[in-house]
């Protein structure tokens, strides 16, 4: 069979076409995915740290328990039910720049011999990026879902949520909305020291957004899209032995993680990176609730530093 120079002419016309589709396609990076790479593990850093503090408060976990050379126990809270709230802000600098602001509110119940919670978080989340390509994203948005708290030995824990909500985007002036889902699995032992208390941990989480079609401000359209982002976090925390001053107990506290992100922003671009975190704070305990405040600074493999502060408290019905 013979193919002529006008049978294939057809073809030929088309692969510049093609071919102008696939690099166009292989630039196209979503603005919102491109932005949450900077903000994602610091929002799940703050619902696993939350969820963890108010467990701690139970009494029966490293930086609640008190020291038995001070010849008294710690307080415990709880009962049928408690409320916690918590608030995060970070500032981001480098390849990536602006600003995040996390607050989180939940309330629980105490199963069983007190060793498991189960409650309702909701958080309101929100977050101003500028992308090395100048494009401004900002996100804002209200999220709810359940979570557990568990210690399942003396020495294991096991937290989790999952949460969704429909942020709302502007990208250089053009705005819409996305459905989001997202959740976390974190695993945590302890050991004692003579000074310390070391509490390694192992944190997975994941993420999936569906993404309407939407024009930018300045004119360019993305087709309609699913983002998903996946976060792996290893990491230990010092709690060192209380401290008694004024009528309070003070729980020094120094942590180092390591994030692995992957994301995935539904145009076919797959990016990947790690971020060392190092994290200092102090837990405050009261009569009648605790204190808690923080401070952490990120450094990504792709040039980007994030450093924050945090605090949280935790009181009863």
Known sequence: MRISALTLSPLLAILPLAAAAQSTN?????????AGESTAPALFQHYRDAIAKRRRAL????????????GNEAPTWGGLSS??????????????????TSLLF?????LGS???????????????????????????????????????SERIALDGFIAYGEPDYDVD?????????????????SFPLQAAEISPFLSVASSREDLPAFTDGGGTGYAASNIESFVTTIGAT?????????????????????DYIR??????????????????GVTILGDTGIWSLGADATHTSEGTTTVGANASYIWQF
């Open 26 to 34: 292989d630039l196209l990076v979503s603005p919102p995915s491109e």
């Open 59 to 70: 009494g029966g976990a490293p930086g609640v328990r008190q020291d038995a050379t001070l």
């Open 83 to 100: 409320a916690w709230g918590s608030l995060d802000g970070k500032q981001i600098n480098g390849t990536y720049s602006g600003d995040s």
């Open 106 to 110: 939940g309330a629980d119940a105490i």
């Open 114 to 152: 007190g060793t498991v919670l189960v409650g309702l978080i909701g958080g309101y989340n929100t977050s101003t990026v500028t992308l090395p390509t100048g494009q401004r994203v900002g996100a804002d948005g209200f999220s709810i879902g359940p979570y557990f708290s568990a210690q399942i």
């Open 173 to 189: 002036g053009g705005s819409f909305s996305g459905d989001k889902l997202f959740g976390n699995l974190t695993i945590s032992t």
């Open 238 to 258: 010092a709690f060192f032995n209380p401290v008694d001053r004024g009528g309070r107990t003070y729980l020094p506290t120094a942590g180092l993680e390591l």
């Open 263 to 280: 994301s995935d922003d539904g145009f076919g671009t797959v990016s990947s990176f790690t971020a060392p975190r190092v994290t200092a």
